[in-house]
């Protein structure tokens, strides 16, 4: 059963399993769906809520929460206890950190924190064993925690338009990663490193300032789409230099 205003969700009570609470212009989360405790899908987007209560944590079955376009400054700790959360959504919120206990979230696979004002992650972080897609474009992140290398099932990657001064070098680490998109100004050039990533299919390098590529991406046997927007790559030159890989997308 699926419910879209707060009437129906507290005359549904625990028969509930999806509620949608989109662009209705709430300030808070109604305690009118306490007794929802066996919701699986929660959609609060688009409102102007600033803050979950604790009991959110009731909702021991949620498997997604839906969070993006409210004013909210910080999750609490409760959000934590979530134990069987797959999907986080909290994009264009006015979030500047994570929780410490953030690792908690065992099942998380796919966590969107774009359009945020995060500038680093919790060592926790790291604990995420699950997550397969994290998208932090627009965000403020410069640093990652140690041992990000730890997220073995991360196949998604976007850190497009960030406040990072160099590549991040963990990210050649990551044995199952697919895709990436990581752009900054800062950013003056790419590590030899970057050939370890062996899974690496799609790659998109856009504002960076790098004049060269290193030898290293002709490791990249599995590299189909390169995408070089906005850098100091002369197009001819670099061509030349990426003929070997089997690339079927180049845009430069």
Same mark, same amino acid.
């Given at each position: 059963?699926?419910?879209?205003?707060?009437?129906?969700?507290?005359?549904?009570?625990?028969?509930?399993?999806?509620?949608?609470?989109?662009?209705?212009?709430?300030?808070?989360?109604?305690?009118?769906?306490?007794?929802?405790?066996?919701?699986?899908?929660?959609?609060?987007?688009?409102?102007?809520?600033?803050?979950?209560?604790?009991?959110?944590?009731?909702?021991?079955?949620?498997?997604?929460?839906?969070?993006?376009?409210?004013?909210?400054?910080?999750?609490?700790?409760?959000?934590?206890?979530?134990?069987?959360?797959?999907?986080?959504?909290?994009?264009?919120?006015?979030?500047?950190?994570?929780?410490?206990?953030?690792?908690?979230? %065992? %099942?998380?696979?796919?966590?969107?924190?774009?359009?945020?004002?995060?500038?680093?992650?919790?060592?926790?972080?790291?604990?995420?064993?699950?997550?397969?897609?994290?998208?932090?474009?627009?965000?403020?992140?410069?640093?990652?925690?140690?041992?990000?290398?730890?997220?073995?099932?991360?196949?998604?990657?976007?850190?497009?338009?960030?406040?990072?001064?160099?590549?991040? %070098?963990?990210?050649? %680490?990551?044995?199952?990663?697919?895709?990436?998109?990581?752009?900054?100004?800062?950013?003056?050039?790419?590590?030899?490193?970057?050939?370890?990533?062996?899974?690496?299919?799609?790659?998109?390098?856009?504002?960076?300032?790098?004049?060269?590529?290193?030898?290293?991406?002709?490791?990249?046997?599995?590299?189909?789409?390169?995408?070089?927007?906005?850098?100091?790559?002369?197009?001819?030159?670099?061509?030349?230099?990426?003929?070997?890989?089997?690339?079927?997308?180049?845009?430069?």
């Amino acid at each position: 059963m699926d419910a879209t205003n707060l009437r129906d969700a507290k005359k549904a009570g625990a028969e509930l399993i999806e509620l949608y609470l989109d662009r209705k212009r709430y300030k808070s989360l109604s305690d009118k769906i306490k007794d929802c405790i066996n919701l699986e899908i929660l959609s609060l987007q688009e409102n102007k809520i600033t803050e979950l209560p604790d009991w959110i944590s009731d909702f021991s079955k949620l498997e997604e929460l839906y969070l993006g376009g409210n004013p909210l400054e910080q999750l609490p700790d409760a959000c934590c206890k979530l134990e069987n959360l797959r999907i986080l959504s909290c994009g264009g919120t006015s979030l500047k950190e994570l929780p410490e206990n953030i690792g908690n979230l %065992k %099942k998380l696979e796919i966590l969107s924190l774009e359009s945020t004002a995060i500038q680093n992650l919790p060592e926790s972080f790291c604990n995420l064993s699950k997550l397969r897609r994290l998208t932090m474009t627009y965000s403020k992140i410069e640093i990652l925690p140690p041992n990000f290398e730890q997220l073995e099932n991360l196949e998604e990657l976007s850190f497009s338009m960030t406040g990072f001064t160099e590549f991040p %070098k963990e990210l050649c %680490k990551l044995p199952n990663l697919k895709r990436l998109s990581i752009s900054s100004p800062k950013i003056e050039q790419l590590p030899e490193e970057i050939g370890e990533m062996d899974s690496l299919i799609e790659l998109t390098l856009s504002g960076c300032h790098i004049s060269a590529l290193p030898k290293g991406i002709l490791k990249l046997k599995n590299l189909r789409d390169l995408a070089l927007y906005n850098t100091k790559l002369d197009p001819k030159t670099t061509k030349e230099f990426l003929s070997p890989l089997n690339i079927s997308d180049l845009i430069i």
